[in-house]
């Protein structure tokens, strides 16, 4: 007889409270589910899936090896169901499969080659209608980290629950799944970054199986949701989970190595061996009775000891030594049983559609249009900002600082306008001011976007929203801030270099200076969406800043560039920027210079190639590349995907 039994002060109440749980829900009627109380009702729905295989190209060190095979087979033919109040464990040793499994069944494998039949109650699934009544709890619980608890889920629910539910009605089912997952003591809490402030590693996975909840889902994966917890904080989280299955829905949970308290927790086992083979699909029974029988009834299987966790004792005697021990295939000795038999019989069942059901069917690809999604990203976005000082408000500190730095080095040149090298330090001090500024909000935009990317890839595999409404939100959400560092950096240095107080031309001032540090802003994004990580978009952004700097016109001024250089000035966007702020400074004195007689229009027309009467085009061309910049940055987060699975 196996014993489950607690070692740790205050654990014996979280694992009765989920064996209590249980229990009741083997005692409810078929149909009840416990389901009483939410507000938002959900169709249970049944997963089969017949004979899967999935294969990635052979790797190439495996070909440099002598392998000829042009695949590496992942999943054999792997068949399973799953069934709604039902909470399944999927086990295996490390390279099983199990992982895989999940992400092939739940579609969010980005490469390899899927085989077999999957169906859901009863019809052939398709992903653009699965990803509506499905969750997926990844085991990373990635979240916005500058959003609290509360936010996040209202975050999730109002992209993800169908456009008829009425807002009071949202916020009643957010509060019924908080308490459900025993959140609301944390509603208020920042979410963080993990290991780093916030939500302890128990309560983020908490938040992740919330989130997931709060799209009222029918059929429920959860990635390893005890990984990296004690013993207490593992039971906590499986009272949630367990609690998560009482209510109807289908829960699948890979687990890796679980204390007897956490295997007790689950009702059916799908165990894996390495490979991709299953080798036992069926119920655990009270105290693992139904898995031990089996197991033990496989001639020359050790017996388990008096007290020893079940779940160390399956996979110690279905590991490969003991195959090759045993001279046995346990994938074999599976497949020949009755068992096997009863499952296939099972499967044939869940893969035909009830008479007079419908299959699943909506109208629409999300659950939002397309203003409501931008609407809701860029709520998301401002509240991240807002939260974020080590972001917005070091980077207007930080303007203000430099603005008063190039404000006493370059001390009232702006007014000095006698002499060739008075135009030109009046110029270098736009220059230097241009880049520095420029590539330091382009560098302190990028780990922000890196951070929210990967929350990105989350919730666009959800099916929350599209890319471009992301993208919208990203990028609309920096106009305030910028405008306002842009204003008090202006405002300061215009004084101080002592430029010509002209509305006309200050107005000219801050517009170009707004836009450039606009479009260097978008550029550092671009190049986040461009790259797979920060690190490698820090490299390529370096490599551009040098470029423009070499073909801005003030290092060598335009019409002294080769010919076959000359075109890149007409590309490079802060040579129109020094252009827009020369030209609307001096482009219209016709005062003459003392040292060659020339005027200053004149003189600026000849050298650098700059026109006053061309303004306007310059004006357009500058916001233009702020635009460019925004557009790319959200095509590049629509076509490419750097997360592989």
Not at 58 to 68: F, I, S, T
Not at 72 to 96: E, I, Q
Request: proline share 4%.
């Amino acid at each position: 007889m196996i014993m489950a039994t607690c070692h740790l002060n205050g654990q014996t109440s979280l694992v009765g409270n989920i064996n209590n749980s249980r229990s009741r829900r083997n005692s409810a009627a078929p149909g009840d589910s416990g389901r009483k109380g939410m507000v938002l009702p959900f169709a249970p729905l049944a997963v089969a899936f017949n004979n899967m295989r999935y294969s990635v190209d052979m790797p190439a060190e495996m070909k440099a090896q002598g392998v000829d095979e042009d695949r590496l087979l992942l999943l054999k033919g792997v068949s399973g169901s799953f069934k709604p109040g039902v909470l399944t464990a999927l086990m295996g040793v490390s390279g099983a499969g199990k992982t895989t499994l999940m992400d092939v069944l739940a579609g969010r494998k980005t490469g390899g080659y899927i085989e077999g039949d999957i169906s859901i109650s009863g019809y052939p699934k398709k992903q653009e209608t699965f990803a509506r009544i499905s969750g997926y709890c990844e085991q990373n619980d990635i979240h916005s980290p500058n959003v609290t608890v509360y936010e996040s889920l209202v975050y999730s629910a109002w992209l993800r629950l169908p456009s008829d539910v009425e807002s009071e009605t949202r916020k009643m089912f957010i509060e019924q799944v908080m308490e459900l997952v025993e959140l609301n003591t944390l509603r208020d809490a920042l979410v963080g970054l993990p290991g780093v402030n916030g939500l302890s590693t128990e309560q983020r996975k908490r938040l992740t199986i919330a989130v997931e909840l709060v799209a009222n889902p029918s059929i429920i994966f959860m990635d390893e949701p005890t990984s990296g917890l004690d013993a207490r904080a593992a039971a906590i989280v499986m009272r949630t989970v367990r609690n998560t299955v009482d209510t109807g829905r289908t829960v699948v949970c890979t687990i890796h190595q679980p204390s007897i308290d956490i295997f007790e927790a689950f009702d059916e086992l799908f165990l894996m061996k390495r490979g991709g083979e299953e080798i036992y699909v069926g119920p655990l029974g009270h105290q693992s009775c139904d898995l031990i029988q089996y197991f033990e009834g496989i001639e020359h299987v050790s017996k388990i000891k008096p007290g020893y966790n079940p779940a160390t004792w399956m996979l110690e005697v279905t590991s490969q030594a003991q195959e090759d021990i045993l001279g046995v295939s346990f994938a074999e000795v599976y497949k020949n049983s009755d068992l096997y038999q009863r499952n296939q019989s099972v499967i044939r069942d869940i893969s035909r559609a009830p008479a007079g059901s419908k299959d699943l069917y909506f109208p629409t690809q999300y659950s939002q249009s397309s203003v409501t999604q931008c609407t809701a990203c860029l709520w998301k976005q401002h509240l991240s900002y807002w939260r974020n000082p080590q972001y917005t408000v070091v980077r207007f500190f930080f303007s203000l600082v430099v603005a008063l730095m190039f404000g006493t080095i370059f001390w009232q040149l702006g007014g000095k306008t006698s002499r060739t090298q008075d135009l030109f330090n009046a110029m270098g001090s736009m220059y230097a001011a241009v880049l520095f500024m420029g590539i330091s909000y382009a560098s302190s935009v990028q780990p922000v976007v890196a951070v929210e990317r990967t929350v990105f890839y989350r919730e666009r595999a959800a099916g929350m929203y599209s890319a471009l409404p992301y993208a919208f939100g990203q990028v609309v959400v920096e106009l305030p801030y910028v405008l306002v560092q842009s204003l008090a950096y202006g405002v300061i240095v215009y004084a101080m270099i002592g430029f010509q107080w002209d509305t006309k031309k200050f107005c000219w001032y801050l517009y170009f200076m707004y836009f450039t540090l606009l479009y260097f802003t978008y550029y550092g994004m671009l190049a986040v969406g461009l790259t797979p990580s920060y690190n490698i978009a820090s490299i390529v952004s370096s490599f551009f800043y040098g470029v423009w700097n070499l073909f801005s016109g003030f290092v060598i001024s335009q019409p002294t560039m080769p010919v076959w250089w000359r075109w890149y000035s007409w590309v490079c966007p802060v040579s129109w920027t020094l252009y827009g702020l020369v030209a609307s400074q001096f482009g219209d004195l016709t005062e003459p210079l003392q040292d060659t007689g020339e005027p200053i229009n004149v003189f600026l027309k000849n050298f650098f190639g700059f026109r006053h009467d061309f303004l306007g085009v310059v004006a357009i061309v500058t916001a233009a590349f702020a635009i460019f910049f925004a557009v790319a940055f959200g095509l590049s987060i629509k076509v490419l995907n750097f997360q592989r699975r």
